[in-house]
């Protein structure tokens, strides 16, 4: 594949940014949860009226990955919008989504590339993120980025309370 634009989300993105966030997460996830769980979750946490408030959040970021269309985007928090660390010193990583048809062609490093280097830019020397302990694949891939594991929390999908790992990475302090 060839290489990516990165593109900032806006708030006048919010109805593609939806479509995708819907689109990414129903391939990651519909086959191991139920109907109603994966409803109620896309309803509250991906529905426009959601996603517009999370793009008005000022330390929140959202970027699209863009070929010849949007394939795929990444959302970062710091400071007080990271779901819990709330580390001043931090990037969090809150999703990192790709359409399924472009797995396994490196959309998912050059996100991973490009927060990594937003981190080094505002000179943060630690990425976190969670992951749900059955999502194999994006452990096997934080694993391979340098990341590993510190914690876990709960994460609800609709009425299903699941566990996430936390993971993080320290960068070095010269960017190197």
């Known amino acids: 594949m060839a290489k990516i634009q990165f593109h900032r989300a806006r708030l ?26 994966m409803a109620q979750y896309i309803e509250e946490s991906l529905s426009e ?4 408030e999370e793009l008005n959040e000022k330390n929140s970021e959202f970027y699209f990955a863009q070929s010849d269309n949007i394939i795929g985007y990444i959302k970062i928090n ?3 919008a990271q779901t819990e660390q709330h580390d001043s010193d931090a990037l969090e990583i809150e999703r990192i989504y790709v359409l399924q048809e472009y797995y396994g062609q490196g ?3 050059q996100l991973m590339d490009f927060a990594k280097s937003i981190a080094i830019g505002r000179g943060i020397e630690r990425i976190w993120l969670g992951v749900w302990e ?20 709960i994460f609800k999908l609709g009425n299903d309370e699941q566990w996430d790992v936390m993971m993080e990475l320290r960068l070095p302090k010269d960017g190197h």
């Open 134 to 153: 059955e999502n194999e694949r994006a452990l096997r891939f934080y694993t391979k980025n340098g990341f590993t594991a510190f914690g876990r929390h």
């Open 49 to 52: 009226a959601r996603l517009s």
């Open 107 to 109: 959309v998912g490093q």
């Open 78 to 80: 710091f400071n007080g």
């Open 12 to 37: 006048n993105d919010v109805e593609d940014l939806q479509r995708i966030s819907t689109q990414t997460f129903l391939d990651a996830f519909a086959a191991s949860n139920s109907v109603e769980n």
